[in-house]
């Protein structure tokens, strides 16, 4: 199988069977793109505080004052789980008494605001009353997750992140076994299906249920599209649908649900509308193929052949008489004999290392990844515009990891990017109380360092996995990074000891990753490896600036041997 891109040079690179698959894969990826953000969109929390019933005859003025003033980062805010005992507030108001003059009188030995900030206080027996600035409703207002009930929030956010964790690791194991396309299109299929049925949902357990369902889908939908296309395409065309094409629709289509949560401000008639795109890719099914380097590894060679075979018919070029040559076909039938599974990936001493250290480089970047994209609620500014601009800065970011991964080592490059994003967040501690316009320059150039760092290192895992186990080891990857985009949700919570934290923890986290890449084996213009042997040996410690020299030896040896397989690539988390 290290032949196997010499092996069909004859299709050539940009013919018309190329640009199908890749204008289908890249269509591919709008539902799982589209459908990423619903987790900040449907659990919207907006302003909200206690309901005064109008049943409860109090002026217009009193309505106003029977919600108590708090002080929240230093501003005096109406509190959002408190208000003044309403049968109270009822006496003072018949007894003729003015919420004014209420807090101009004081008692000797009670707080100096005023007899009226001394009353006695109740919760919000009456329900809450919500603004509808940015929201119609949402599953937090539809359901009261608020106050006693918050904790239910992130909790939501945490489950269905968890589906995607289950997702990644059932998708893998199925999608290495069974093949790429079942798995793709089963995928899109749990996210249209379970989609709609969460606008249904009548109570918050049953939202949570199929919230988590919904998350099966999302992240294994881009994994096997990535696979799957670079799989498929060779050379040039495969670079340019990695690094450019799948990324750059996958972030069209997030940027897509600001809009359309814009226009639609019910989460139900939203939840609906995210069904629609898996739902056009049905007929995609006819125009995707297996991938055929998966079934020569599968030992399937008739089918990798008639497969390109018809390829050949449709770039109107000629096939040889036989494609794959006996001692090929021999080896990818020993390929499918050695029976590989999740554990394989801890098997010896040198896979452990890497995929131990992968693990940890995915869950930190996951981690800031989402955890700027839930903290973005806590900044100044139109709720749709910042995610919006959120969004979009991962096109130059992209765009960046796409020249890194053609001209510069893999380690430098993560390496570079990763601590631009770290400084970038760890500054937003000297700006946030007095600059808001520079902090949220802050936060999009931390997102910009974040998202190229993990481009990069998509195309790390990409080249460090061998093809016999490589959708497993990526998909275990993604699910812990499923872990820690389960855990951003909490970063919030940090917030109440101290508003910064959030921020600096996500930086902390950038530079841990920093610190595992130093001492992964570069891949930069080295062979794909086909088995779990020919895996790169891992370096304790080597400067990342010393890949250069270091490839230039290399280069003398590799121009010497067979041209090889080579990924480069970059995508999403």
């Known amino acids: 199988m290290q032949d196997y891109e010499e092996s069909v040079l004859f299709l050539g690179r940009w013919g018309p069977f190329q640009r199908r698959i890749f204008f289908v894969l890249c269509l591919t990826c709008v539902p799982c793109g589209y459908n990423i953000?619903?987790?900040?969109?449907?659990?919207?929390?907006?302003?909200?505080?206690?309901?005064?019933?109008?049943?409860?005859?109090?002026?217009q003025e009193w309505i106003q004052a029977s919600i108590p003033a708090e002080q929240v980062a230093g501003q005096p805010e109406k509190s959002s789980c408190s208000r003044y005992e309403l049968d109270l507030v009822r006496n003072l108001s018949a007894m003729g008494a003015s919420p004014n003059w209420l807090q101009n009188q004081s008692v000797p030995g009670s707080r100096p605001e005023g007899l009226l900030s001394n009353l006695r206080r109740e919760g919000c027996r009456d329900g809450w009353s919500y603004s509808t600035e940015y929201f119609q409703s949402t599953?937090?207002?539809?359901?009261?997750?608020?106050?006693?009930?918050?904790?239910k929030q992130p909790l939501t956010s945490l489950v269905y992140f968890l589906g995607g964790l289950s997702g990644c690791f059932i998708s893998g194991l199925i999608s290495d076994r069974f093949g790429r396309k079942p798995v793709l299109f089963g995928s899109i299929a749990v996210l249209s299906i379970f989609s709609s049925a969460v606008a249904f949902a009548p109570s918050w357990p049953v939202f949570t249920v199929l919230f988590f369902m919904l998350g099966l889908g999302q992240i294994a939908c881009y994994i096997v599209v990535f696979v799957l296309g670079s799989e498929i395409l060779v050379g040039s065309s495969r670079i340019l649908f990695s690094s450019l094409g799948q990324?750059?629709?996958?972030?069209?289509?997030?940027?897509?649900?600001?809009?359309?949560?814009?226009?639609?401000?019910?989460?139900r008639h939203l939840s609906l509308i995210m069904a629609v795109p898996g739902l056009a890719c049905i007929p995609l099914w006819w125009l995707v193929p297996e991938s055929p380097r998966w079934l020569l590894s599968r030992g399937r060679l008739q089918e990798a052949e008639l497969l390109l075979r018809s390829a050949a018919l449709e770039n109107r070029v000629e096939a040889p008489p036989v494609i794959f040559l006996p001692p090929k076909a021999e080896k990818a039938a020993a390929h499918q004999a050695e029976s590989v599974s999740f554990l394989d990936l801890l098997k010896t001493a040198q896979i452990r290392h890497i995929t131990l250290k992968l693990w940890l480089i995915w869950f930190s970047t996951s981690v800031s990844y989402f955890g700027l994209s839930f903290s973005m609620s806590t900044l100044y500014g139109n709720l749709f515009l910042n995610y919006f601009l959120l969004t979009a800065v991962e096109l130059p970011a992209y765009f960046a990891s796409w020249l890194a991964a053609r001209s510069f080592p893999r380690r430098l490059s993560f390496i570079g990017f990763s601590l631009l994003g770290a400084l970038a967040l760890l500054f937003i501690q000297g700006t946030m109380k007095s600059y808001p316009t520079l902090t949220m320059s802050l936060v999009l150039l931390g997102k910009f360092g974040v998202l190229a760092g993990s481009g990069v290192v998509y195309t790390y895992t990409g080249e460090l996995s061998p093809t016999v186990i490589r959708n497993t080891a990526m998909s275990s990857c993604a699910m812990f990074s499923r872990v820690g985009s389960s855990v951003s949700p909490y970063l919030l919570e940090l917030?109440?000891?101290?508003?910064?934290l959030p921020w600096i923890t996500l930086g902390v986290l950038s530079l841990l990753a920093v610190l595992l890449c130093i001492f992964l084996p570069e891949t930069f213009r080295q062979p794909l490896p086909d088995t779990i042997e020919q895996m790169p040996v891992t370096q304790w410690f080597t400067c990342p600036w010393a890949s250069k020299t270091a490839l230039k030896e290399e280069e003398k040896i590799t121009k010497e041997q067979t041209p090889s397989v080579e990924i480069i690539c970059t995508t999403c988390l």
């Not at 917030?495 to 910064?500: R, S, V, W």
Request: proline letters at 8%; charged letters at 10%; aromatic letters at 14%.
């Open 37 to 59: 953000l619903s987790v900040i969109f449907l659990l919207a929390s907006p302003p909200h505080h206690c309901d005064i019933p109008a049943h409860s005859n109090l002026s």
């Open 139 to 151: 599953v937090v207002t539809e359901f009261d997750l608020v106050c006693s009930e918050q904790w």
């Open 495 to 500: 917030a109440e000891f101290n508003k910064l």
């Open 247 to 267: 990324p750059f629709v996958y972030t069209f289509s997030m940027m897509l649900l600001p809009g359309t949560a814009y226009l639609v401000r019910s989460w």
